[in-house]
C-alpha cells in the first residue's frame, strides 16, 4: 500500500494562485484542499484528516493571516505554515515568523523555489522531535552533543557566543530565523541587532570560504538569517 498524499491547506483569495498552486503541488504528489478567506479556513483546518502543511496568505479579505497564524500557535497547532503574499514589508514578514510561521515566500514566486521551502518545513518538523547529534553540510559539520565544529578535517575555535549562534541555526537549518529570535535564544532577549549582525560577521569568517558571498548563513534582507538546509 502506498503512503497517503501529503495533505496542503492552501488558504489564499486569488483564485488564479489556488488554481496554479493545485496544479504545480499535485503534479508533485500532494493532496491540495482550499480555503479563500479566514473564516473557510478555520473550517478547513479543523476537518479531518487534518492537513499536514498549510500555504497561507496574509492579505484576506476577512481576517488578517496574521491573526489565523496566532489562533493556530496558540491553540498549540504546530502544522508548518509557509507565508505566501505579496506583503514584502519588512515588519509584516517579521511579525509573521514571530508568531511562528516556518518561512515566507514572497509574489510573484518560483515553483522550484516554493517547493524547497516547502519540503523543508516538512522536514523540520519531522525532525524537531529527533535532533540529530552531528549535523552536516557540504565540508561543515558540527557536533550538537561534543560542541565541536569541524571544516573538512580541521577544528574550527568559536566563541561561546558564535557557536550559540551556529547551534540555533543548525537546529533549524532551511528556516528563516529573525534577529529577534536569535536574539532571544543567545541571549536571552536584551541585545542589539547591530551587535548581532557582528558576531554572525565574525562567525562567517571562520566558517565561510567566502565571508563576503556566504555559502552557509544566508542573509534575509531586513529580517535576520537562515543556515541553508542540506541538500
Do not use: C
Amino acid at each position: 500500500m502506498s503512503a497517503p498524499a501529503i495533505r496542503v491547506l492552501v488558504v489564499d483569495d486569488e483564485p488564479p494562485i489556488r488554481k496554479l498552486l493545485r496544479t504545480g503541488l499535485g503534479t508533485q504528489g500532494f493532496e491540495v484542499i482550499e480555503a479563500q478567506n479566514g473564516a473557510e479556513a478555520r473550517v478547513m483546518r479543523a476537518r479531518k484528516p487534518a492537513p499536514d502543511l498549510i500555504i497561507l496568505d496574509l492579505g484576506l479579505p476577512d481576517i488578517a493571516g496574521q491573526d489565523l497564524l496566532r489562533e493556530w500557535r496558540a491553540a498549540g497547532d504546530l502544522t508548518p505554515v509557509v507565508i505566501l503574499s505579496s506583503r514584502i514589508d519588512e515588519p509584516g514578514i517579521v511579525e509573521a515568523l514571530e508568531l511562528g510561521a516556518d518561512d515566507y515566500v514572497t509574489k510573484p514566486f518560483g515553483a522550484a523555489e516554493l517547493m524547497a521551502r516547502l519540503r523543508v518545513a516538512l522536514r523540520h518538523r519531522l525532525q524537531s522531535r529527533g535532533e540529530r547529534a552531528i549535523f552536516t553540510l557540504d565540508d561543515l559539520s558540527v557536533d550538537l552533543v561534543r560542541r565541536v565544529v569541524r571544516l573538512g578535517d580541521r577544528d574550527v575555535k568559536l566563541t561561546p557566543r558564535e557557536y550559540e549562534i551556529l547551534r540555533v541555526l543548525v537546529q533549524n537549518a532551511g528556516r528563516a530565523l529573525t534577529h529577534e529570535y536569535l536574539i532571544r535564544e543567545v541571549w536571552g532577549g536584551s541585545f542589539e541587532v547591530q551587535n548581532l549582525r557582528v558576531h554572525v560577521a565574525q562567525l562567517r569568517q571562520k566558517i565561510e570560504a567566502e565571508p563576503e558571498r556566504p555559502r552557509f548563513i544566508l542573509t534575509e534582507t531586513g529580517v535576520g538569517y537562515r543556515l541553508r538546509a542540506p541538500d
